[in-house]
T-cell receptor
């Protein structure tokens, strides 16, 4: 089993739709969780950290479920500009080395 | 621009040649990471520095790969005797110490290597 697993997609949604991605992780000692966004042929950029209590930033909501070992990202009112790959990142207890998922591709169409 | 910078942005080389990439992290960050990314995959960890000390290396980092961070500032990644399988985007990231959000990683634009 891979350490961090994501459905590669693509998720093809119309503008205005709500879309959700999940990411599962295998290391129960993981302590830090992030979502990064990566545009085609660009570097990953931090979208948001994921806290135990969940957090929201505008149209984006991230949640952590430690019991089931997954994190989620919800995007409401999708915009064309949300089209990108969303990378799930997990860092284990005692290690500074994060593990990236392969990413989920989102395509928002008119 | 106070972000992470990488040079060169693109490198085309012939198989068997040596290449060297440079990364300049955000000035106040003491942690520096190198990753490799191929199409359709997430970044794969290569190596990690805290200040000038190389603290961890991935099994992916064969003996043809070497990284340095001599003064705890910029870092170089050298690939000797390049192979076609080395073609990838090489990403550098830096972060501070302490808990979130200080330890959030910020990435440079990457160096795209093509080995012919």
């Amino acid at each position: 089993r891979k350490e961090v697993e994501q459905d590669p997609g693509p998720f093809n949604v119309p503008e205005g739709a709500t879309v959700a991605f999940n990411c599962t992780y295998s290391n129960s000692a993981s302590q830090s969780f992030f979502w990064y966004r990566q545009d085609c042929r660009k570097e990953p950029k931090l979208l948001m950290s994921v806290y135990s209590s969940g957090n929201e930033d505008g149209r984006f909501t991230a949640q952590l479920n430690r019991a089931s070992q997954y994190i989620s990202l919800l995007i409401r009112d999708s915009k064309l500009s949300d089209s990108a790959t969303y990378l799930c990142v997990v860092r284990g207890g005692g290690s500074y080395i994060p593990t990236f998922g392969r990413g989920t591709s989102l395509i928002v169409h008119p | 621009d106070t972000g992470v910078s990488q040079n060169p942005r693109h490198k085309i080389t012939k198989r068997g040649q040596n290449v060297t990439f440079r990364c300049d992290p955000i000035s106040e960050h003491n942690r520096l990471y190198w990753y490799r990314q191929t199409l359709g995959q997430g970044p794969e960890f290569l190596t990690y520095f805290q200040n000038e000390a190389q603290l961890e290396k991935s099994r992916l980092l064969s003996d043809r790969f070497s990284a340095e961070r001599p003064k705890g500032s910029f870092s170089t990644l050298e690939i000797q005797r390049t192979e076609q399988g080395d073609s990838a985007m090489y990403l550098c990231a830096s972060s501070g110490t302490g808990g979130a959000p200080a330890d959030t990683q910020y990435f440079g634009p990457g160096t795209r290597l093509t080995v012919l």
